[in-house]
């Protein structure tokens, strides 16, 4: 039987583990086997049923034995050597990584047989984890030495300061003024200010001050090519081409703009998916914008809704792909929120859009609460449209000038295919002051500007943008993960707030930014929102009864998310 574990046997059967689940490997060796036979028949059909040298078995009956061997011998190897898809199964379902730091969650059941839920395994260099076998000490955490430390030790504060003292992004959140005394979780709705930024503001008001009008054309910034300085440098954060961005005006007057452009209804197609509770300003836009085209259509007959199942809050991407399926020959624009501003859920923008364009539907998204937040990829992803505020996680400042995106293949339309808002900052450069009349538009999302930008708008968006390009947004994603994964896991830890909160966003790291939303079950909102605040914790809420919290990659801690579960348990433990 030894020729059986031949070395190309050796390496068939390793081969084979390692592509096929455990399930598949067993039919394939009988499928093996069965065939050699029925070969060996074909190619030897008048020795088959002789029998073999002294032996009285027939060559049939040899080969039975020999090939039932290899088949055995074949189950037994694979146990030595591991599938790829059986360890895809068993991997934790929770892993997250930052470029130095790996924190890991796995189930693991003690020796009373009682299962806890997540907890961490390991956390340390990438490079360097290796898995726990002794369930006793289950959470490692290598910083510069290995330290070990008992399990609970995870829910203690020096936890959080260890992962502090372990985070590379550190440094940025210097680079913000952070309000003294308190821990700040509401990126989702104003970011802070960049240090750097009075400096560049007291800059531009001397330039202004001594050089007039000058001062379009000179000094570090020109005021004529102000954007030049912002586009690149969103498009990294968006996961965008330049020719693709656009920074103008504010989030919902490019949401205009951008259905002006987008929206192109015929007798037949003229309706607009939207979700069941977006942010009130895009449905105000979408039924407003479908009154100013004078279209025989009412707003009613023309918005189509898709929202959560009964019973949950979260819409699910089947659901949307569904709807889309079931208005395929009437939708003519797809417009969803990215990330939703009450949830926290983010959508699979690329599945989405390219399920839509299956049926040539234009497909657009408001990422007011994905970009800065998520590493966007919407070149990549094929979206038609998007556009932001910059006021959120880009840091530029209450009401500050917004983004804008146009994929490439839009890039050359003409004003016929693609209609925009004509103005002359959208016109052709070269020609900007010549005085024709007729508007040539730049190419890609440049040619959707009207107005000249405010400076001291671009230059509140600048300073933050430099930082986002010092920290780079998927180290900032990846720090996200880590924070956000460790305020649901210290939530969820507290005995206080079973039965007194409900975690809406989903748990699912791909379907969710920084932004952890928390309804309150049987306490008034507004109530706990105020106490939280009384105790310097800066959260905010939204009716009837949610809380959103969002530590923010450049700004907040470990130790930042650690205190406010802290003074979270505390309000609800009165
Ligand atoms: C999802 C979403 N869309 C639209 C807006 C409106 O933005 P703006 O006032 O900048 O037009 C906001 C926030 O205000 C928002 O959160
Ligand atoms: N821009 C705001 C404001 O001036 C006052 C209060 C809230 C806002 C917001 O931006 C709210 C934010 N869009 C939200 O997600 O709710």
Redesign the pocket.
């Known amino acids: 039987m030894f020729h059986t574990l031949h070395p190309v046997l050796l390496i068939s059967t390793f081969v084979v583990n390692k592509i096929l689940p455990r399930t598949a490997q067993s039919s394939f060796y009988i499928v093996v086997a069965t065939a050699m036979e029925l070969a060996t028949e074909q190619l030897f059909p008048n020795s088959i049923n002789k029998q073999v040298g002294g032996s009285n078995r027939t060559l049939q009956e040899v080969l039975q034995i020999v090939l039932l061997g290899f088949s055995i011998t074949c189950l037994i190897l694979s146990g030595l050597f591991k599938s790829e898809s059986d360890t895809d199964n068993k991997k934790p379902n929770n892993q997250i990584k930052n470029k130095n730091l790996i924190l890991k969650y796995e189930t693991r059941e003690y020796k009373n047989n009682v299962k806890q839920y997540q907890i961490p395994v390991y956390c340390g260099k990438a490079d360097q984890v290796a898995p726990l076998s002794n369930a006793t000490s289950p959470l490692h955490l290598h910083v510069e030495q290995t330290l070990k430390l008992p399990t609970q030790d995870i829910y203690k504060p020096h936890f959080a300061k260890l992962m502090d003292d372990a985070d590379k992004l550190s440094f940025t959140k210097n680079l913000f003024h952070v309000p003294e005394n308190i821990t700040y979780m509401c990126g989702n709705s104003l970011g802070l200010q960049p240090k750097s930024l009075q400096a560049m503001l007291q800059n531009h008001l001397d330039k202004w001050a001594h050089v007039g009008v000058k001062g379009h054309f000179t000094g570090d910034y020109p005021w004529f090519e102000i954007e030049d300085f912002l586009v690149d440098k969103m498009a990294r954060v968006v996961g965008a081409k330049p020719i693709e961005i656009g920074i103008m005006n504010?989030?919902?007057?490019n949401?205009h703009s951008l259905l002006t452009a987008f929206y192109n209804p015929t007798d037949t197609r003229y309706k607009i998916l939207i979700e069941e509770s977006?942010?009130p300003?895009?449905m105000h836009a979408i039924t407003s914008h479908v009154l100013s085209r004078r279209i025989n259509k009412s707003p009613e007959q023309v918005v189509i809704q898709v929202g959560a199942k009964p019973g949950s809050d979260i819409i699910t991407t089947q659901d949307i792909l569904d709807t889309i399926t079931q208005f395929k020959d009437e939708l003519s624009v797809v417009m969803l929120?990215a990330v939703h501003?009450m949830t926290g859920q983010f959508l699979d923008l690329e599945a989405i859009t390219k399920h839509a364009h299956q049926y040539d539907i234009m497909v657009g998204f408001?990422c007011?609460?994905a970009a800065g937040n998520i590493n966007l990829k919407l070149h990549d992803w094929n979206v038609d449209f998007a556009c932001w505020?910059t006021?959120?996680y880009l840091n530029s400042g209450p009401?500050n000038i917004?983004g804008l995106f146009v994929h490439e293949r839009h890039a050359d339309a003409s004003m016929k295919e693609l209609p925009r808002h004509g103005g002359w900052w959208g016109h052709a450069r070269k020609t900007r002051f010549t005085l024709t009349n007729k508007f040539i538009p730049q190419r890609g999302a440049a040619g959707f500007q009207c107005s000249n930008p405010s400076v001291t708008d671009c230059l509140s968006l600048l300073s933050s943008l430099e930082i986002f390009d010092r920290a780079g947004i998927d180290a900032l994603r990846e720090k996200s993960v880590l924070l956000t994964d460790y305020l649901v896991l210290l939530l969820k830890a507290q005995k206080e707030l079973v039965g007194e909160i409900e975690i809406l966003t989903p748990s699912d790291v791909q379907r969710r930014g920084c932004q952890v939303s928390v309804r309150v079950l049987k306490r008034d909102m507004d109530q706990v929102n105020k106490d939280l605040d009384s105790r310097g914790v800066v959260c905010d809420e939204r009716e009837p009864d949610v809380i959103r919290i969002a530590p923010t990659p450049l700004y907040n801690t470990f130790q930042d998310v650690y205190r406010v579960v802290c003074e979270i348990t505390k309000v609800f433990s009165k």
């Open positions: 504010t989030l919902t007057s949401l977006p942010f300003s895009d929120g501003f408001d007011a609460h505020c006021y959120k009401g917004a």
